[in-house]
T-cell receptor, first 112, second 114 residues
Framework: SQQGEEDPQALSIQEGENATMNCSYK?????LQWYRQNSGRGLVHLIL?????REKHSGRLRVTLDTSKKSSSLLITASRAADTASYFC????????????FGGGTRVLVKP | DGGITQSPKYLFRKEGQNVTLSCEQN?????MYWYRQDPGQGLRLIYY???????QKGDIAEGYSVSREKKESFPLTVTSAQKNPTAFYLC?????????????FGPGTRLTVL
């Protein structure tokens, strides 16, 4: 079973608008990561937030983490057509091997 | 260039055949992983290896096998015992297995069973 569940499953916005997607998880974590996947390609790491952090920024990306609610959000500001992709959250737990458990993803379409 | 490569990009297999997917990295990473992705879904872990000559089953290891004879290489064999092997397969690596390390992904291999 997947640890993370993304919401919404799909999102369509106009260029310039902000895109927000959420991730919920079930068990305690050490870190939560967000990845992007363009169609038919591998995943690209976007940002990692540790369990003792509440917010992190990287360029146009803002990630929040609420461990009491077991949830995270990814905000993409001033979206561009090139941001069209699927976005996945992945949780890292305390198990050996630095294993990540991925959610089902949010498919984002940014219309020019 | 440092990176992680997978070959082939597309693979077609007849039912009953074993096939091997290649994954190579020159990042000097200790840990490597194999994931399966079905259409519109997230990634599921098949096998992972923390160090040479050692590997562990992930969540969906049945019908798959791996080896880790060299640090750079982590091939995945999809055996005839895998009931529904048609999927997109992704290989990843990470520096080591301590916490807070991102995973680096290869471009993937799309396997289709005819």
């Amino acid at each position: 079973s997947q640890q993370g569940e993304e919401d919404p499953q799909a999102l369509s916005i106009q260029e310039g608008e902000n895109a927000t997607m959420n991730c919920s998880y079930k068990t305690s974590i050490n870190n939560l990561q967000w990845y992007r996947q363009n169609s038919g390609r591998g995943l690209v790491h976007l940002i990692l937030i540790r369990s003792n952090e509440r917010e992190k920024h990287s360029g146009r990306l803002r990630v929040t983490l609420d461990t009491s609610k077991k949830s995270s959000s990814l905000l993409i500001t001033a979206s561009r057509a090139a941001d069209t992709a699927s976005y996945f959250c992945a949780t890292g737990g305390k198990a050996a091997g630095n294993k990540l458990t991925f959610g089902g993803g949010t498919r984002v379409l940014v219309k020019p | 260039d440092g990176g992680i490569t997978q070959s082939p990009k597309y693979l077609f297999r007849k039912e009953g055949q074993n096939v091997t997917l290649s994954c190579e990295q020159n990042l000097n990473h200790d840990a490597m992983y194999w994931y399966r992705q079905d259409p519109g879904q997230g990634l599921r872990l098949i096998y992972y290896s923390q160090i040479v000559n050692d590997f562990q089953k992930g969540d969906i290891a049945e019908g798959y096998s791996v080896s880790r004879e060299k640090k750079e290489s982590f091939p995945l064999t999809v055996t005839s015992a895998q009931k529904n092997p048609t999927a997109f397969y992704l290989c990843a690596s990470t520096l080591d297995t301590t916490l807070y390390n991102e995973q680096f992904f290869g471009p993937g291999t799309r396997l289709t069973v005819l």
